[in-house]
Every structure is written in C-alpha cells, then in structure tokens.
C-alpha cells in the first residue's frame, strides 16, 4: 500500500505519524529513509515522496493511513 506526495512539509507529517503509529525509523545510509513496517523514497523525476506500508502492518493501520493521508 502506497501514496505519493510532492510537499516536505506533509511528507515530513506523514513521517511522525509512521513513527508514532506505524515502528520506529531504522538507521540506514542513503536517501530512503526506512522504519519497521514503512519507507519514505524520493521520486526525484516527479520530484515527490512515495510513502509505503509493507504488509506486515496491519489491515486497521493500513486503513487509518488510507483515511488519513491519502
């Protein structure tokens, strides 16, 4: 599950919320930033965020997500 948006500031937003609601941020090195369940990558040719769930999170965050961000 998938949403693209081109602000920082709201991608920014979306980012503490996974954090808080989602699993911590784990450290890696280059330009994705990547949490327990979710990841942030830059589409540098449409210049905007994809935002991703995996689908180890569950169905009801999955749809609070959805609700929420999409």
Do not use: C
């Not at 589409?43 to 929420?68: A, G, P, S, W």
Request: hydrophobic share 45%.
């Amino acid at each position: 599950m998938k949403i693209e948006k081109s602000g920082l500031k709201e991608a920014a937003q979306v980012l503490n919320w996974l954090i808080e609601k989602v699993g911590p941020r784990l450290p890696n090195p280059g330009i994705n930033v990547i949490g327990t369940g979710w990841s942030i990558r830059p589409n540098v040719i449409k210049n905007t965020y994809i935002i991703e769930l995996t689908e180890h999170v569950d169905e009801e965050t999955q749809l609070i997500f959805m609700l929420k961000w999409a």
